[in-house]
DNA sequence: ATCCGGCTTGACCAATCGGTCAAGAATAAT
DNA sequence: ATTATTCTTGACCGATTGGTCAAGCCGGAT
């Protein structure tokens, strides 16, 4: 059987753009509207192309989710992998809160729907949540503990601590409607910024 | 006209009960599927009575929904509203704080449904944000701008630290599955309570 | 130019949804 | 006991949903 040519495996052209474009126009419906409240023919409106052609590329409504999640899972732990146990610790974590703020501000879409999974009981990455999200914090939770040891931190949970940041940096893109409600006019990132970096920060300051 | 009997307003009995056990079953419902996840067959299940029946009391799907948030928004907020300018800043705060942490544990479904709604833009609760809930937040920042401008508390944004509590304490009962699972057990409130009192408070000593 | 396999879609389907209706059962008023 | 009102429900309906299918389209390799 020379040159058996197996199933497209390698996307062509045309299958990474649509992809691409698929999961765009689904990240739009999805974080809006959730899981179940987004519908097939809302995402592929949206992407500009047939429903059939849509499930063409992604052959159930699920997998299109589960793609989405996947694929800005990575990215999202991205800073605090980079949490140097070798920097100076105020530095270090002053830089990952404020990368967060940065992130959750330019891509409150995906911050949202990672909330709506986790919200509903995260039925579809609980294992990602037990597994590698559990060691990298565990991994960095040691770090900041070092650091205490070490006097060069006041004492503080440093699991506790992880959940406030995130917490709070989320909270802005999260719930920006009753932020921006609340204040009565659009929050701007820098006094944000500035704000959440002192609430959590100042009381670390080590004797 | 002797005697003319208008409409129903007072509830009966049977009402008041059934409306209570509809109001209970939705909201599990609610906050485990969201607003469009939810169907009125589930409520109607989980109540233990017919969906005509359920139709009879509530009409609309969404008027089950928008009962539930109300029913709760008043509650919801009363901690804040006993934030006394005459006390004790940091009692004052640690209480407040200490209290969120309690409710969030005691009713986390409740917890979910709003983050679940505000998630999704907070259609059904807009104007109640814009209104009532803005005004009081904006009364209790004044309260704590005062108590900085006293020298009772280091300065820190009163807007930004209010977000702050909300979110750190609710992070608690909304994501919940992800605490838990980060952590590898399931999450007490002593130690979060205690956690959480020492990062936000630790910093706002006066000098 | 032709031809093959990937690409695209209108039409369709079964399942599920929120909500209606008419008719009977239970309760309260007289 | 009779009557009026409230309560309860099986059967049903139109709309929407995720997903299928068969048929055509189109582009790149030869």
Known sequence: MPHAKTKPIVNTRIQARNKEVILEAALDVFSASGF????????????????????????????????????TLTDWLEPLRKLDAGGDPLRELSHYISVKMEMSNANPKASRLFANE????APMIEKYLKGPLR?????????????????????????HFIFAIWSVTQHYADFAVQVDAVLGRREDLRSAQKAV?????RGLRPV
Do not use: C
Not at 197 to 201: A, D, R
């Open 135 to 159: 060691q990298l914090v565990t991994e960095k939770a040691a770090v900041i503990q070092a650091w205490i040891a070490a006097g060069q931190l006041a004492p503080v949970d440093p699991f």
């Open 197 to 201: 970096l002192e609430i959590l920060l």
């Open 36 to 71: 179940r409240g987004a519908t097939v023919d809302q995402i592929a409106a949206k992407a500009n192309m047939s429903k059939p052609n849509l499930l063409y590329y992604f052959r159930r409504k699920e997998d299109i989710y589960v793609a989405l999640l996947e694929h």
């Open 118 to 121: 986790i919200l509903h009981g």
